[in-house]
């Protein structure tokens, strides 16, 4: 692809430019702020004592948190060469069964530390494949959960499936079991990628699985696609995202594709193949001018929502919240992992998972909490990820209203940051007024470097990005 300087994109009712230069400035590796401190400032000093210990503490605190709860599926078939994250290949199914127990003596424990009527808000299966369990160890483990939580009326229940793994049979127990909603993995459909990452996906055999949870009434459906992958173009993209539009899910997930050789060695199989950065950003462009087109609304952080959505509602009443399951409306949860690498987030404290079966399970059969690492949350943390949060979740911090939470004059406490925000300024990625600070149409695009902006551990001296994060477009 040659350079091209703007480049057009569709966030909203206008189409926007979006100069070259501004990629080259701020194009660089920065977290995606699932949390904060984000996951490379926590380590193994916190353990099982303190995690049971911070569960103990929001039993006996002044108000009760309601809860979300996820559960980590790490088995697949095969491996998907692009994927992140954390999952076990296998075909033998026998390993479901030591898997589960495991994770019914997580639940029981933790189950054991909460008192009754805390409401369970929001439940998320992922993987993983969660769909490589049975009917009936599905049903098994769903009605674990529900013996031991209290499930509100109106709770976000959630699972990750992929199509190629999922009966439709599945589909009809879950959907009867009480989960109201999906999210297909897909990526691309052109065969030439599927082929170069090991996924072999048709768009028939996808949109048979759409529909059929489409008539079991799902309310919510969202696919996942990643721009970047190996052999994509602004061409060949194009056919997988106008089919994505003729199935209209509520809910599309348009993930940069992370390139983390060092972490995931099967991902250098295919480095020469990955689109140039150009190309990577129109496909992003081409994207989102169509999906702006079909009438769905840019949420951020990659995700797109139709306007009848309830992120879109959220975020335009600064309602909207960030958790490990990406943007969601239960905002005030305690969260609580279950398996391998499963993290838990607490107001004061995170908290992840052994991320080896051998460990996970050698620590639940000592009787030990699989706590592996994690980090207690400061005074100052709090106040940081608050400000983050309203950033990247709702585009508009309301000076006031930090200033209200956490006593203090916001633009003497923040003097160094709004300093830095001149300059983002004067790039027309946010307005800064007396009272507020908001992200521009053109910053939405670059709301994780805004974001960046007020973290604290990318100032500490020795701290190397580019070791930890990917890049942020």
Not at 14 to 23: G, K, S, T
Not at 26 to 49: H, I, K
Not at 116 to 135: C, D, I, K, N
Request: hydrophobic share 35%.
């Amino acid at each position: 692809m040659s350079a091209i300087d703007p480049f057009r994109v569709s966030l909203g009712e206008q189409e926007i430019q979006v100069p070259l230069a501004l990629l080259d400035k701020y194009d660089r590796p920065g977290p995606r702020y699932t949390s904060y401190p984000t996951a490379p400032e926590w380590d193994d000093r916190y353990g099982p004592d303190d995690f049971r210990a911070g569960i103990s503490a929001t039993a006996t605190g002044s108000s009760a948190a309601p809860l979300s709860l996820y559960f980590h599926i790490p088995f697949c078939r095969s491996l998907c060469l692009y994927c992140g994250c954390n999952v076990f290949i296998t075909k033998n199914h026998e390993v479901t069964a030591p898997y589960l127990a495991h994770i019914k003596q997580e639940i029981d424990w933790v189950a054991g530390c909460i008192p009754a009527g805390r409401s369970l808000r929001q439940l998320h299966w992922g993987g993983g494949t969660p769909t490589y369990l049975e009917t009936d160890e599905i049903r098994e483990l769903y009605g674990r959960i529900l013996s031991k939580f209290d499930l509100a009326p109106d709770a976000e229940i959630g699972i990750e499936i992929d199509p190629r793994a999922t009966t439709p049979e599945q589909c009809a127990v879950l959907r009867k079991l009480g989960f109201n909603r999906l999210s297909l993995g897909i990526q691309d459909f052109d065969p030439k990628v599927q082929k170069a990452v090991h996924r072999i996906q048709s768009y028939e055999m996808t949109r048979e699985i759409f529909d059929g949870c489409r008539n079991l009434g799902f309310e919510s459906i969202n696919v996942d696609l990643i721009f970047g992958l190996p052999h994509q173009t602004i061409e060949s993209f194009t056919d997988t995202v106008d089919k994505i539009v003729q199935m209209r899910p509520d809910r599309i997930a348009l993930f940069s594709y992370a390139h983390v050789p060092w972490l995931k060695k099967q991902q250098g199989s295919f480095a020469r193949h990955l689109p140039e950065r150009l190309e990577k950003f129109g496909i992003f462009c081409l994207a989102s001018r169509k999906f702006s087109e079909a009438g769905y609304r840019y949420i951020g952080m990659d995700h797109f929502a139709l306007p009848a959505d309830e992120l879109v509602s959220a975020q335009r009443d600064r309602s909207l919240h960030r958790n490990f399951q990406g943007y969601t409306t239960k905002g005030g949860c305690d969260l609580y992992g279950f398996g391998v690498s499963a993290i838990s987030a607490l107001d004061d404290a995170y908290a992840q998972n052994w991320r080896d079966l051998p460990s996970y399970y050698k620590a639940i059969d000592e009787q030990q909490w699989p706590t592996m690492r994690g980090v207690r949350v400061s005074s100052e943390d709090k106040l940081r990820r608050s400000v983050i949060n309203r950033l990247l979740c709702n585009l508009v911090l309301i000076k006031s209203e930090v200033e209200q939470d956490f006593s203090l004059v916001f633009d003497e406490y923040f003097q160094e940051e709004m300093n830095t925000l001149a300059e983002l300024e004067r790039d027309h990625l946010v307005r800064l007024s007396p009272d507020r600070i908001e992200v521009t149409e053109l910053g939405r695009i670059f709301v994780r470097n805004v974001a960046m902006v007020f973290d604290s551990y990318l100032k500490q001296p020795g701290t190397n990005p580019a070791k930890r994060f990917s890049k942020t477009l």
